[in-house]
């Protein structure tokens, strides 16, 4: 059976297309969709719901999982 593969690798690309998605070197930032890549999000969740929501919101547009319609 083949052993597993011990190399750092700088970054990798998945998929194919113009908007392939890359894991690594960004910096700790991330983006989905073509978006551009963002630090994680902090979600503010101290006020009422509709702020807390809003800010749950706001984090997934930036990193390009949802779109506000």
Do not use: C, Y
């Not at 113009?18 to 910096?27: A, D, E, I, M, Y």
Request: charged content about 15%; overall charge negative; aromatic content about 2%.
């Amino acid at each position: 059976m083949p052993r597993g593969i011990d190399k750092t690798v700088e970054g990798v690309k998945l998929g194919q297309g113009s908007q392939p998605v890359t894991v690594g070197v960004s910096g700790g930032k991330l983006g989905f969709f073509g978006t551009a890549p963002v630090v994680k999000p902090t979600v503010d969740t101290s006020g009422d719901t509709a702020s807390d929501v809003a800010s749950v919101i706001a984090a997934l547009v930036a990193l390009g999982l949802v779109t506000e319609a």
